[in-house]
Every structure is written in structure tokens, then in C-alpha cells.
């Protein structure tokens, strides 16, 4: 399910407009592996997706600026790793803030500088491994490790056209 808004808002300021994406996700898969007959998502699907931000063209300047924010929620991979063993992985991400400003030149060309993971996103995962169905159910793996991944700001610069 998505729901999907863009819209100008000029009784703030000309030029500028909101936009807003949610998509709600939702699987369901039986899992093939005879020792783990159990219902889970889509590997790695995540429950959600949104994104909610600007942008606004300054017409004097011919420059377009703006801001997103996106964020997926928590996802889950599933990978056999023996016949007697299922990895399961919990992924959580942080949220990702962009700013980026853009030049339109001879109508056809775009140069945009884009500063993305401005908040520091992170991402921690944790990896559970289970023998049976009944330790999965009881939440009792055999071994447990926890992942944690951080990254710094990064700037992109872009050249783009159309022919």
C-alpha cells in the first residue's frame, strides 16, 4: 500500500513545494526447509519505506534547493546456513537526511550537489542462529552476534543531461 503527496505550497513562499511518500509492505512466505516450516517476510523487506521533504526553485538565481528525509523500518534476513541450521538477521536503519542544490543550464543540463547521511545513520544488525522451529519460537538461538555499521556525511556532485 503507498500513499503518495506532492504538492505546491505558494501561499508560503512561490516556488515551493512539499512532497511525502509511506509505502507499507507486507509478505508472507513459507519457507521451504523441512527442519523450519515457518511463515516469515520477504528477506531483507523492510515493514515500510517513507521519504517527506522539499524543494524550491529561487527563479532569479535559477537554483533549485531542498531537503529529504528517508527512513525504512526494520527488515530480516532469512538465509539457511545447513540443513540443521537458519540464520535469521534483524536490520535496523537509521534515517537519512539530504540537502542538495541544483543549477539548471541551457535548459537541458542539471549540475546537483547533494550532502546525504547528514544525521550519522547507522545501522545495527543482529544475527540469531536456530537449530529448530521451537527455538525460534521461544526466541532461544544457539549463538547471537550483534553488527553495528556508522558512516560519515558524504557529497556528491552530479552532471546530468538530456539529448
Known amino acids: 500500500v503507498e500513499f503518495d503527496l ?10 515551493l513545494h512539499v512532497f511525502a511518500n ?11 526447509n523441512e527442519n523450519f516450516p515457518v511463515e516469515h517476510r520477504f528477506s531483507q523487506q523492510p515493514d515500510y ?3 517527506v521533504g522539499f524543494d524550491h526553485l529561487i527563479e532569479p538565481w535559477g537554483f533549485t534547493w531542498g531537503a529529504s528525509y528517508q527512513k525504512r523500518g526494520e ?12 540464520l535469521v538477521r534483524t536490520i535496523n536503519y537509521d534515517g537519512n537526511l539530504e540537502v542538495f542544490l541544483e543549477k539548471t543550464l541551457a535548459e537541458r543540463y542539471v549540475i546537483r550537489l547533494a550532502a546525504q547521511n547528514l544525521l550519522d545513520a547507522r545501522l545495527d544488525e543482529v544475527e540469531r542462529a536456530y537449530e529448530s522451529v521451537e527455538q525460534l519460537e521461544n526466541g532461544t538461538p544457539v549463538s547471537a552476534g550483534y553488527l553495528r555499521e ?14
Not at 22 to 32: F, G, Q, R, V, W
Not at 76 to 83: D, L, M, N, V
Open 6 to 15: 506532492s504538492t505546491p505550497v505558494s501561499f508560503i513562499s512561490p516556488n
Open 75 to 86: 527488515a530480516e534476513e532469512w538465509t539457511t546456513q545447513s540443513a540443521e541450521t537458519k
Open 22 to 32: 509511506y509505502t507499507y509492505l507486507d509478505s508472507e512466505i513459507l519457507d521451504a
Open 49 to 51: 519505506v517513507y521519504n
Open 150 to 163: 556508522e558512516s560519515d556525511p558524504s557529497f556528491i556532485l552530479t552532471f546530468r543531461g538530456t539529448f
